[in-house]
């Protein structure tokens, strides 16, 4: 691909940032992103579904164990992806694509350094580990060979997949990085039956589910290599060594943005830890029906992900280009898009538990626990969306500490302490509770800083 066809390319995104009516440019961006998200937590229902088809409970269990350990590279894929992309946004707002080209590169490639890291950590420490994280006799060779394939083998591509992902999208070229991530999801449904059940011998099912993670995440890395490379002559995509630099500033803007990121990633998981460890001593029916009610719900809050992360580098495209009036556009019909869908996902999570959670699983105990949690948990989920989207406007914009408050206090530090706190005065149900409750706080502490960062922007105009 020519010089000339990549510079019309990015004119063509510049305009989506600059000129396209709002609804259009956030759909535009966002769908890509939300379809990824749906993707992605389709896989999810699918590793566990093909497995727990085995009726082997060490195989589950090893996939439940080894879970937020793996979720700590998309935490590194978020330090890096996240936060590269609100650097790049307002870089190319300021009309200064060379500032946003070292970027990409430094992104780049610190990402996938760190994932190699990552890697070389888990080979060397894994066998101490497994113990660690709550494998037992019996799950420990599922875990070992799972880690193998996925966090040491796949390490890299999963990383770089979701990095990619991010960076592609934050010149505008949504569509071309929810095909690659989505792919990767795609892939992975239709290969999981196919090394569990056929290739592979009966026994290594979960062996199996780790070849098709690794390969599909493989694959979809392959794709975004490619696409950078067709795109080389571009001002901002970059594969160059030569565009690696941590001067200017890169290093820091990157990381103090990308750093909340992570966090809001690791913290959802030990948030995740802590409500099951707090569930497990009413039985595995309340634990099952926990898990169940989570998962159902994470069709609202991963579609609001997927919302807001799409939206990003218009948001941050607009604070750089100092096009408040279109800054302020963007995040209020984002908020209205965003409120409107949780609103009607609370409606029919609290309207139809019941029938949502027996779809998952038949055993009558865990459906009562599953229908109860649901419809407490489906209250957070209007009340997520405004707290999604505003993290997402001081990540777009550079507001690292407001991000940072934020990220941590939502999941973990809010949270955590109120399963416990409302678990001693009013029993198990209160461990739920904690969830739209820490909702509440977390949103009175958001306006308190987007009215801080508004305060601020009028000032320095």
């Known amino acids: 691909m020519s010089s000339q066809q990549n510079t019309g390319g990015i004119s063509h995104n510049m305009s989506l940032f600059e000129y396209t009516p709002i609804p259009a440019a956030v759909m535009t961006l966002a769908v890509p992103t939300i379809i990824t998200q749906l993707i992605n937590i389709i896989y999810n229902f699918a590793d566990t579904w093909y497995v727990g088809r085995t009726g082997n409970a060490a195989m589950v269990a090893a996939l439940s164990v080894c ?25 190319l707002g300021r009309k200064d694509p060379h500032h946003a080209r070292k970027a990409f590169a430094f992104c780049f490639y610190a990402g996938l350094a760190a994932s190699l890291v990552y ?72 290969l999981d039956p196919l090394f569990m059940f056929v290739i592979l011998p009966p026994g290594n099912e979960v062996t199996g589910a780790a070849i098709a993670t690794c390969l599909s995440n493989t694959a979809a890395f392959v794709y975004f290599l490619i ?26 803007g990157v990381i103090s943005i990308g750093v909340p990121a992570a966090l809001a990633t690791m913290m959802a998981m030990l948030s995740n830890i802590a409500a ?19 998962k159902i719900n994470m069709l609202a809050f991963n579609t609001t992900m997927g919302l807001t992360q799409g939206v990003l580098p218009l948001l941050g495209y607009s604070f750089g280009a100092g096009n408040y009036r279109r800054l302020k556009q963007s995040i209020l019909f984002t908020g209205a898009v965003g409120l409107g869908f949780n609103l009607l996902c609370t409606l029919l999570f609290r309207t139809f538990a019941p029938a949502l959670v027996a779809f998952f699983i038949a055993e009558q105990a865990s459906v009562e626990f599953g229908s109860a949690f649901l419809r407490v ?34 999941k973990g530090c809010m949270d955590i302490p109120l399963m416990f706190l409302f678990k001693s005065v009013i029993g198990m149900y209160g461990i739920v509770w904690a969830t739209p409750t820490a909702e509440v706080g977390s949103l009175v502490v958001a306006g308190v800083l987007i009215m801080l960062m508004v305060r601020d922007v009028r000032k320095n105009r």
């Open 119 to 190: 890697a070389a950590v888990i080979l060397l420490l894994r066998a101490r580990l497994i113990p660690v994280i709550g494998g037992d006799d019996a799950s420990y060779p599922y875990i070992y060979d799972y880690m193998f394939w996925t966090m040491i083998i796949g390490a890299v591509p999963t990383v770089g997949n979701v990095l990619c992902g991010h960076l592609v999208r934050s010149v505008g070229a949504a569509k071309e990085a929810g095909f690659g991530m989505s792919m990767g999801g795609v892939l992975n449904i239709i």
């Open 227 to 252: 696409y950078l490379y067709r795109h080389r002559n571009h001002p901002v995509l970059t594969m160059s060594p030569a565009d690696f630099s941590v001067q200017n500033g890169i290093p820091g």
């Open 377 to 410: 948990i489906a209250l957070a989920t209007p009340l997520a969306s405004l707290c999604y989207l505003t993290n997402t406007v001081f990540q777009a914009s550079g507001r690292r500490f407001s991000s940072f408050i934020l990220s941590i206090l939502r």
């Open 67 to 91: 879970m937020p350990v793996f979720v700590l590279l998309a935490a590194v894929a978020n330090l890096f992806g996240i936060g590269g992309a609100s650097v790049i946004s307002r870089a």
């Open 276 to 294: 099951n460890a707090l569930v497990s001593e009413y039985g595995s029916a309340a634990v099952a029906g926990m898990g169940v009610a989570k």
